[in-house]
Nanobody
Framework: QVQLVESGGGSVQAGGSLRLSCAAT??????????MGWYRQAPGKQRELVAT???????NYADSVKGRFTISRDNAKNTVYLQMNSLKSEDTAVYSC???????????????????WGQGTQVTVSS
């Protein structure tokens, strides 16, 4: 099994900054993760992509966060970060981490999971 553990959410005033972290762990050891990213869901809205990054360093951002958010990744630690600057009230949402294309060892067996989600962390921006 693979688990994603998020941290770093909280409340901040508009214009402020927060940094989210998400670490992937497995019952055995993780061999590789293709894509890691962040999604968010505001009350009454559908979940939307915020930013993703591949193991090769390719990044993708939602237009609404370009220039304000930066996604980064530590492949050795299987951890993805989201630095959020110049936060706006419309950034308020539950932010969830996703890992896709996970290959891991459990004993002598190598398994692959297509996708795994974290439990979500609340980000609240007050104006």
């Amino acid at each position: 099994q693979v688990q994603l553990v998020e941290s770093g959410g909280g409340s901040v005033q508009a214009g402020g900054s927060l940094r989210l972290s998400c670490a992937a762990t497995a019952s055995g050891s993780i061999f590789s993760i293709n894509t890691m990213g962040w999604y968010r869901q505001a009350p009454g809205k559908q979940r939307e992509l915020v930013a993703t990054t591949t193991s090769g360093g390719r990044t993708n951002y939602a237009d609404s966060v370009k220039g304000r958010f930066t996604i980064s990744r530590d492949n050795a630690k299987n951890t993805v970060y989201l630095q959020m600057n110049s936060l706006k009230s419309e950034d308020t949402a539950v932010y969830s981490c996703n890992a896709a294309g996970i290959s891991y060892w459990s004993g002598y067996i190598r398994s692959t999971i297509s996708s795994s989600w974290g439990q979500g962390t609340q980000v609240t921006v007050s104006s």
